[in-house]
């Protein structure tokens, strides 16, 4: 392992090759800006190059093309260009000739790479290449093989077709990451998923140019990791659902070849039920220990005053330095809720007799303990948040997940940090949420040493309601906005274009082998029932996509009876985080209420037109389909409140275009209808078209005030009238 020392060294050379890579195209006269208008074809890439142009003529790719290497070439290289031609030639049903041959009889991508790059990946690898496609053939550049690597993703989303060929647009591109810790957290605990479900993920991620994967594999619901010096602990607290240490070695292995770094979490001293069903001795209450079905924070903590844990800590620490070679371990750290603790006379009389003041001190002596055990076997500790105590090595990383204010205060300490806060897939927020959470805003107060100390930030996706057949649609395509956040430079921030090419990236995402997109459809035909017919399927995949699952954690409160091992196949379930049919409803009301003069009546009669097809689709499944099946009995009264929803909306248009204002009976009637489709009980979905609606409602209501109010002011009046809880819309 590399010390903290050199991997931080490692690290501020890399932002220094940055400053040198761009002062190198100064010199050349040749300083690339972020867009061209000239280009034929839009940008569809993802993540934003920090650097890019492209010219309007194009490079047509046919079975001719050829690949050849100049400096650097071993197995991992060779891997990556097999992996871009097969995507390639499935995409485009060529054969490419792959190596050049005497006579080049059409184009040559001629890959350069200056040296192999870190054995093991790491934090202070250069990512760093370019990328220049002329009429006549592509010269990718790189230092390292991983940098080629992350070029060579950006190539794979270059080809499109234009017209009756493929082609990739000629362009200059000059890149590397703004953050070297780029991470997606996969929670294998709560909800078991297995090898494949992690390997077509290091794909997707290797697509975004994420590098590093976070497994959390212990936790109260299971352990999930193979230790052959202490087989109880899996043996005992898995159900018999873990890795075994061949297939995390494969695991491992596959995210080389990628560019990828694994990085462990077994969490540590609570969340440790899992560890207490074999160990009861171990514990700080007297057990016994069963793994825990249900979610939440539990009671069980490990005894920190018990030297026998650790013994088995050194062993099973030990153990797991030599299977994962990434430099850090993750101990987790958080939601100790101390109840074991303060109910322990033995461990308050240990906390007074060591002058450590408070459960908060004995935490830290555990922690310093861990890092101790770590430094022998040549890791550097990592936990959440809650590790943040005086007397935690200096050399630490904190990972953020309560709020900026602790990856701050942690730079400020002089800690390395990660921020995660903002990046929780589970909770269901839309893309924009996340992609305008930046580790490092631009209102900042860290100084420009504290800012050094800002890693980067990892995506987390807990598992609690997540099985293999749906969590890439949880993760995906959403973590590409996260991804391009802690790729690009700060200053691309353009929502609307980030969604443009967010619908582009997941297509490219499904070509990995992703499944956001392909288990979508066996799970409407298992929702709808064997019997379904074309229209009534039709129906449902209408409800299903203005639907989304409830945010943050109001599904664990609307369906308390949840464990383990309920079947996660309603509604809910088929229901995506981020609707774009919604999405689109929106600006078309925004468009509609917000242009200047008249009201726009085609417009208008579009979104009649889909509110009229949102009516149809509540009312055919909620009339009979969601009747007669099981699974969508709870999608009964969703169903009905689209139904009765879509005819507010269509009122309020109308009333709009009758220019007469309604009396307050009429509006209060709709208003009821609207609020009631705020509470759907344990269906556990909202309607994101709910806000777009109120706004046509009290549009409809306070029409008279329109021609008295300049435009912006008349937004910011109806905002006011419709939220007035939320700030104005700018």
């Known amino acids: 392992m590399s010390s903290s020392r050199s991997s931080l060294d490692g690290w501020v050379r890399l932002r220094l090759s940055v400053v040198m890579l761009i002062a190198g195209l100064a010199i050349t006269g040749r300083a690339i800006p972020p867009a061209d208008p000239t280009m034929s074809l839009p940008n569809a890439l993802m993540p934003e190059p920090a650097c890019i142009r492209f010219s309007s003529e194009q490079l047509p790719l046919t079975g001719t093309l050829s690949v050849r290497v100049t400096g650097h070439d071993d197995s991992r290289l060779q891997a990556a260009i097999s992996r871009l031609l097969h995507r390639w030639e499935e995409r485009t049903g060529l054969k490419f000739a792959g190596s050049p041959v005497a006579a080049a009889l059409g184009p040559i991508l001629v890959i350069d790479c200056q040296g192999p790059g870190s054995a093991v990946p790491a934090v202070e690898e250069d990512e760093a290449y370019t990328l220049e496609v002329t009429a006549r053939g592509a010269t990718l550049r790189a230092a390292t093989v991983v940098g080629a690597m992350r070029g060579m993703e950006t190539l794979a989303q270059l080809l499109t077709k234009d017209l009756d060929r493929y082609v990739l647009p000629c362009v200059e591109i000059r890149d590397q990451p703004r953050f070297p810790w780029r991470g997606l957290m996969i929670d294998v605990v709560r909800h078991w998923q297995p090898a494949e479900v992690i390997k077509r993920n290091l794909d997707g991620m290797a697509l975004v140019k994420l590098n590093v994967l976070h497994l959390h594999l212990t936790d109260d619901q299971g352990f999930r990791i193979e230790s052959r010096t202490h087989p109880e602990l899996q043996k005992e607290g898995s159900d018999g659902n873990y890795f075994a240490q061949a297939q995390m070695t494969e695991i491992i292995a596959y995210a080389q070849l990628r560019g990828i770094r694994v990085v462990p979490e077994f969490d540590l001293p609570g969340h440790a039920t899992s560890w207490a069903v074999s160990h009861p001795e171990l514990a700080s209450g007297p057990g016994p220990y069963a793994i825990e079905r249900h979610w939440g924070v539990f009671d069980p903590v490990l005894d920190p005053t018990n030297e026998a844990l650790y013994q088995l800590l050194d062993d099973f620490l030990g153990e797991m330095a030599g299977l994962f070679p990434d430099a850090c371990i993750h101990i987790g750290g958080d939601e100790n809720n101390g109840k074991q603790w303060n109910s322990n006379p033995r461990l308050q009389a240990f906390i007074r007799e060591h002058g450590l003041n408070d459960n908060a001190g004995l935490q830290a002596y555990f922690n310093r303990r861990v890092a101790a055990i770590l430094l022998r076997h040549g890791k550097t500790l990592m936990g959440w948040d809650e590790i943040l105590h005086p007397g935690l090595p200096k050399d630490a990383i904190i990972q953020s997940w309560r709020g900026p204010g602790a990856i701050a205060a942690a730079a400020q300490q002089g800690y390395r940090g990660i921020l995660s806060s903002g990046y929780y897939l589970d909770l269901m927020h839309p ?60 200053e691309v921030r353009d929502v609307g274009d980030m969604y443009r090419r967010l619908a582009l990236i997941s297509v490219r995402l499904d070509e990995t082998g992703l499944l956001q997109e392909r288990n979508r459809e066996p799970m409407l035909r298992r929702l709808a029932g064997d019997r379904a017919t074309p229209a009534e399927l039709l129906s449902l995949r209408t409800l299903v996509d203005i639907v989304e699952p409830v945010k943050d954690y109001r599904r664990g409160a609307l369906q308390p009876e949840a464990i383990q091992s309920t079947p996660l196949v309603s509604l809910v379930d088929c229901a995506r985080p981020d609707s774009a049919a919604a999405r689109a409803f929106t600006e078309m009301v925004d468009q509609f209420l917000f242009q200047t003069g008249d009201l726009d009546r085609a417009l208008a009669a579009k979104i009649i037109r889909q509110l009229d097809a949102w009516n149809s689709a509540g009312r055919s499944v909620a009339g009979g389909q969601a009747r007669k099946t099981p699974t969508l009995r709870d999608a009964v009264g969703v169903a009905q409140a689209l139904a009765d929803i879509s005819v507010v909306g269509r009122d309020a248009v109308e009333v709009l275009l009758s220019g007469h204002a309604p009396d307050r009976d009429w509006v209060n009637t709709r208003s009821g209808t609207l609020a009631r489709a705020d509470e759907l009980g344990s269906a556990a979905v909202e309607f994101p078209i709910l806000s777009p609606l109120k706004l046509l409602l009290a549009a409809a209501a306070e029409q008279d005030r329109r021609s008295t109010l300049a435009p912006k002011a008349w937004r910011q009046y109806l905002h006011t009238v419709t939220f007035p809880a939320e700030p104005p819309t700018p």
């Open 431 to 490: 893309a924009d949420e996340y992609y305008l959470n930046d580790p490092l805003p631009a209102t900042t107060t860290l100084t420009a040493g504290e800012q050094q100390k800002i890693a980067g930030g990892e995506a987390t996706m807990w598992s609690e309601w997540v099985t293999p057949e749906a969590i890439d649609s949880r993760i995906w395509p959403r973590a590409a906005a996260i991804a391009e956040r802690l790729w690009s430079p700060r």
